[in-house]
T-cell receptor, first 115, second 112 residues
């Protein structure tokens, strides 16, 4: 149980384009999902907290107009990187929190490369 | 600034021995503590969670928490080559914040 999927697993795009990443909880409902980013040899950094049916909460330094988050259902959250630039190239990982617990289960991640 | 500190390693342990991984955190109000394993190029996989002082055992893994010292550890008994990975310590603070703060991870190598 507690399986989280992400799509796509990798994407290469041109600078200036937008990329959408989907995160789904497959066998449980997640009122809260999280988006993290990991640069090479660095740890995971929380970008934003996504609550179903409400606006996401962004961490300090994360541009909400650049990283658009939508959490329209209890099993799906999306992250759209708008006007992507090479410095946005990173490993983006979502997680979903199991209800009534603090435990987060992570998706397999999406590796974004912006040319 | 909430911080989670880990020795980056690499920590090299012979197969069959006990691997000991350590983590300290700065936020005294932290409530929940997690150990994740991350293989290169993959996302983190939950190993254990611990919420109260003392030891918690799950198979070959034992997590230890000492809130007074702001210290969390993970012991891996009978280490196997497949345990070779980066181990991430993650902390959830109190005060309503839901996200986890991660350490940079300890790279563990189990030598056959």
């Amino acid at each position: 149980g507690a399986v989280v999927s992400q799509h796509p697993s990798w994407v290469i795009c041109k600078s200036g384009t937008s990329v959408k990443i989907e995160c789904r909880s497959l066998d449980f409902q997640a009122t809260t999902m999280f988006w993290y980013r990991q640069f090479p040899k660095q740890s995971l950094m929380l970008m934003a907290t996504s609550n179903e049916g409400s606006k996401a909460t962004y961490e300090q330094g994360v541009e909400k107009d650049k990283f658009l988050i939508n959490h329209a259902s209890l099993t799906l959250s999306t992250l759209t990187v708008t006007s992507a630039h090479p410095e946005d190239s990173s490993f983006y990982i979502c997680s979903a929190r199991l209800a009534a617990t603090d435990t987060q289960y992570f998706g397999p991640g999406t590796r974004l490369t912006v040319l | 600034q909430k911080e989670v500190e880990q020795n980056s390693g690499p920590l090299s342990v012979p197969e069959g021995a006990i691997a000991s991984l350590n983590c300290t955190y700065s936020d005294r109000g932290s409530q929940s503590f997690f150990w994740y394993r991350q293989y290169s190029g993959k996302s983190p996989e939950l190993i254990m969670s611990i919420y109260s002082n003392g030891d918690k055992e799950d198979g070959r893994f034992t997590a230890q928490l000492n809130k007074a010292s702001q210290y969390v550890s993970l012991l891996i008994r009978d280490s196997q080559p497949s345990d070779s990975a980066t181990y991430l310590c993650a902390v959830k603070s109190g005060g309503g914040a839901d996200g986890l703060t991660f350490g940079k991870g300890t790279h563990l190598i189990i030598q056959p």
